[in-house]
Structure formats: C-alpha cells, structure tokens
C-alpha cells in the first residue's frame, strides 16, 4: 500500500496559492485514475484507489502546512507502513516553474511542510519536489509562495499537473528517474527535426574511362600509357 500525500493549506482562501501544488498535483491524480469519493479521515482529505498494482491512499492534510505531518504519522501508523511507503507532493522555490526532483530522504530544505513530516514519520519518505520558482529576494518567499499562480503560469503549471498524473505508476512502481524523464519531456518536449531542403547539386562531371584511372591503364599487361606528345 502507498500514501499519496499532497501538501497545502485547507479552504478556498488558499486554494490557488504556489503553496498548494501538492495539493492540485494530488487532485488531478485522483480524478484521473478514478478514486473514491474524497472524505474525511486522519485529520485529512482522503480518498482510495489503485496505482501500479498496489492500493493508494490520497490525502490532503487539513492541519496547515506546518502540522502536515499530524496526518500522514496517524495513517502511517494506522496502516503499518514505512516511510518508504510514502510519496509526498510539494512546492520547491529552488526549482524553476515547471521543474521536478524526486528523491528518497534527505533535508527540508526550509519547507515547514516537510520539517513536520520529518518530525512525525522520519526522512526516508519519497520528495517529489515541484518547482515555482524563486522570488529572487528572501525576504519576498513567504509573500510569493502564499500569493496564487499568475495566468501566465497557468500553461507550465497545466502541462506540470498532467505530466505528474499521467506518469506517477512508474514512480509508483519504483522508477523514479523514468518517472523524472518522462514528465521533463511532456513539459519541455524538444522539437521536432525538420527535413533539411534536397540541395541543388550541380551535375556531376563524367567518370573517367574506367580502364584509365590515376594515370593507370588496367588493361592486360598494365602498361602505363606515354604521357609524350610527340
């Protein structure tokens, strides 16, 4: 069994805040492949299904970003699982729009979201980190990451959701540098090569005498015809 966790803020205020993606990443997901109804349970929004072969629990923690990990520590122990059971969603201002990372462990980074997860579950749980890019002033990042997605964010940030959705079986089922590859592609694909234009060659000049070649005469006895005018 899997936990699918989603990070955000509960309620409509938040709804379309960069600090929310986890939460978008996470509905998509379910819509997509079908879960059940969402419903409240583990101080979440949760919500069932398959992936992979195995069973998913959705959830969208309804305690603030900052007590995320109340939630996910309740399911985890609730359902017997490891860390390593778990994949959680979340927005990354130290990735570019559009952007992902996926790792198993490691830091926060700063992200309060994933500092309470560390506290309640321990670090080996899978990151997928979603990019939104950077303020580019530190002391604009809380402002930035509470404000919602620009319109002109709205196409990176559709192609990013889809990409995510479509591709979470095969992180699901363990690959997570296809899983990494294939959404970078579906977000950035390259383009196409065009054909290059026929070129417009020249006729080719006649061939030589093929029993002459390099001054050479091949004819039986392989003598070298005289170069002498007489």
Known sequence: MLLLVGLGNPGPRYAQNRHNIGFMAVDEIVRRYGFSPWRNRFQ????????????VLAMKPQTYMNESGRAVGEALRFFKLEPEDVIV???????????????????????????SLESHIGKEFWRVRLGVGHPGDKERVHGHV?????KADQPWLEKLLDAVAA????????DAPH?????AEAVN????????????????????DSDKVQG?????????PSTETG
């Open 44 to 55: 979440a929004e949760t919500a069932e299904g398959r992936m992979a072969g195995d069973k």
């Open 89 to 115: 969603l979340y927005d990354e201002i130290d990735l570019a729009p559009g952007k992902l990372r996926v790792k198993c462990g490691g830091g926060s980074g700063g992200h309060n979201g994933i500092r």
């Open 146 to 150: 509470l404000s919602d997605f620009a």
């Open 167 to 174: 591709e979470l079986p095969t992180l699901a089922g363990g």
């Open 179 to 183: 899983f990494m590859t294939k959404v």
């Open 189 to 208: 694909p390259r383009p196409l090569k065009k054909d290059r234009p026929a070129n417009k060659e020249s006729p080719k000049p006649p061939r030589p």
């Open 216 to 224: 050479k005469n091949t004819a039986k006895g392989g003598e070298t």
